[in-house]
């Protein structure tokens, strides 16, 4: 029986889990083999809860690389390849909305 203090992760569609590198603060996603990417492309892309319960339990034992992980809905085009499927996401792919500081 699960304990009603756990969380039911709900899923809407393909998932992915993203995180911010701990080092320089660089959007990363996580891997089928368990580590960062900055490349969407390459994160581990699950359809389940359990799925996604792994992959957040993986990355919260990798709290001294990443930090703030959590999952984000994917769209994946015919080739298997994931794409942000939310403003949030396509934004942080592409990174900042605005010029930095001393950026050209």
Do not use: F
Request: charged residues 15%.
């Amino acid at each position: 029986m699960t304990s009603p203090l756990q969380k039911k992760l709900k899923i809407h569609g393909p998932t992915v889990v993203t995180a911010n590198r701990l080092a320089d603060g660089v959007v990363v996603w996580l891997t089928a083999a368990g580590g960062w990417s900055q490349s969407l492309a390459e994160a581990s892309v699950v359809h389940t809860p359990e799925e996604v319960q792994h992959l957040l339990d993986v990355a919260h034992q990798d709290e001294n690389t990443a930090v703030g992980a959590y999952m984000a809905t994917v769209g994946v085009d015919a080739a298997g390849v994931p794409h942000p499927a939310t403003m949030r996401e396509k934004i942080r792919v592409a990174g900042p909305t605005i010029a930095m500081p001393g950026v050209s």
